[in-house]
């Protein structure tokens, strides 16, 4: 499975604005990363519509967390970047093998659809059981010091 890249994109901003009590601009939350501030825009504005962050417009607006870090998972995220359509979508290829019905239904006997439902929730479930708290909880605990930085760094452009 390959996700898109603004997933991880709008994770990491997700990430930093968990540290911020202002709202951050896209392009310095762009800059912080070298990303192209378009394409990040078009990221977060995605997380917008799905109530993770909100907009503030004006010289001093930016995006900010719309949810306490401990209400938004890393599902929510996911599916505001890539839509809520299941990774694996069977096509019901068994109708035309040389012993398939054209007619016949083979979505609930099919071991390969299972089996791919049941890994995809598997999946699911572990993105909804983790947090953005639980990310910036880790990053605190492995590097100790970074969040100050980031908080920094991205309040500096206000200053």
């Given at each position: 499975m390959r996700m898109a890249e603004g997933v991880e994109w709008a994770l990491h901003s997700c990430l930093n604005?968990?540290?911020?009590d202002v709202p951050v601009p896209a392009a310095r939350l762009a800059a912080y990363f070298d990303l192209p501030a378009p394409?990040?825009?078009?990221?977060?504005?995605?997380?917008?519509?799905?109530?993770i962050v909100a907009s503030t417009p004006g010289p001093?607006?930016?995006?900010?967390?719309?949810?306490?870090p401990a209400a938004i998972t890393l599902l929510?995220?996911?599916?505001?970047?890539?839509g809520p359509e299941p990774a694996f979508r069977c096509t019901e290829i068994l109708r035309g093998s040389p012993f398939g019905d054209p007619k016949g239904n083979y979505l609930d006997g099919c071991v390969v659809s299972a089996a791919m439902s049941r890994a995809e929730l598997s999946w699911r479930r572990e993105l909804a059981a983790t947090t953005v708290a639980d990310l910036a909880g880790d990053v605190e605990r492995t590097y100790p010091g970074s969040a100050d930085q980031s908080r920094?760094?991205?309040?500096?452009?206000?200053a």
């Open positions: 604005l968990s540290w911020m394409y990040l825009n078009k990221q977060l504005q995605a997380l917008a519509r799905a109530g001093r607006g930016g995006f900010r967390l719309d949810r306490a929510d995220v996911v599916v505001a970047i890539e920094d760094w991205l309040a500096a452009a206000r």
